[in-house]
């Protein structure tokens, strides 16, 4: 079937403004991560969902950051207030939750703040 | 904080020749799994090797865990343009965490 899909591809957006990030998992898969690359880094988790159990969100780096999982499957990232330190790529990984395997990842949201 | 180092940052080789990325990280894992990316987007699983494997192969591919050392090494045999990406090694802890801890990866560069 279909892989993690992420809209939109690429957003820029002024400071301070809020954005929302989007994250469709595949099908049947009850865990949903959301990971931040900033500009030449490597992947720093923000927050994982598993089927109806409280998120972690122990990797989100401040409350301006939240993420909604509805339903289960589609998931949204809300960056409020943006700075210029929130520009990276967001990735978006999905597998059967209870997993410690393979995360399947979406080809991610390029952010940039101006 | 990313839990895994690797090295060399980058890496650039002659098509045809192998190569060698290593990684280490801090506290016992569950596993530990090898991403590749390209141009920056979407990470492609490439291979994982359990806490209580040493040695394991898919194709071209070869990952050996040392968790005396807490250490990974990724070989690529025979490489080829195609290759060039950046890799990553991620690990999971050995705790009730699922998520993947982050090397900060190593770019490597295959010339034609």
């Known amino acids: 079937g279909a892989g993690v899909s992420q809209s939109p591809s690429n957003k820029v957006t002024e400071k301070g403004k809020d954005v929302e990030l989007r994250c469709d998992p595949i099908?049947?898969?009850?865990?949903l991560y959301w990971y931040r690359q900033s500009l030449g880094q490597g992947l720093e988790f923000l927050i994982y969902f598993q089927g109806n159990s409280a998120p972690d969100k122990s990797g989100l780096p401040s409350d301006r950051f939240s993420a909604e999982r509805t339903g289960g499957s589609v998931s949204t990232l809300t960056i409020q207030r943006t700075q210029q330190e929130d520009s990276a790529v967001y990735l978006c990984?999905?597998?059967?939750?209870?997993?410690?395997?393979?995360?399947?990842f979406g080809p991610g949201t390029r952010l940039t703040v101006l | 904080s990313q839990q895994g180092e690797e090295d060399p940052q980058a890496l650039s080789i002659q098509e045809g020749e192998n190569a060698t990325m290593n990684c280490s990280y801090k506290?016992?894992?569950?596993?530990l799994q090898w991403y590749r990316q390209n141009s920056g987007r979407g990470l492609v699983h490439l291979i994982l090797?359990?806490?209580?494997?040493r040695e394991k192969h898919s194709g071209r591919l070869r990952v050996t865990l040392d968790t005396s050392k807490k250490s990974s090494s990724l070989l690529i045999t025979a490489s080829r343009a195609a290759d060039t990406a950046s890799y990553f090694c991620?690990?999971?802890?050995?705790?009730?965490?699922?998520?993947?801890?982050f090397g900060s990866g190593t770019r490597l560069l295959v010339r034609p």
């Open positions: 099908s049947g898969h009850t865990a």
């Open positions: 506290t016992s894992i569950n596993n």
């Open positions: 991620a690990t999971v802890k050995m705790d009730s965490s699922y998520k993947l801890i």
């Open positions: 090797i359990r806490s209580n494997e």
């Open positions: 990984a999905s597998n059967i939750a209870g997993s410690t395997d393979t995360q399947y």
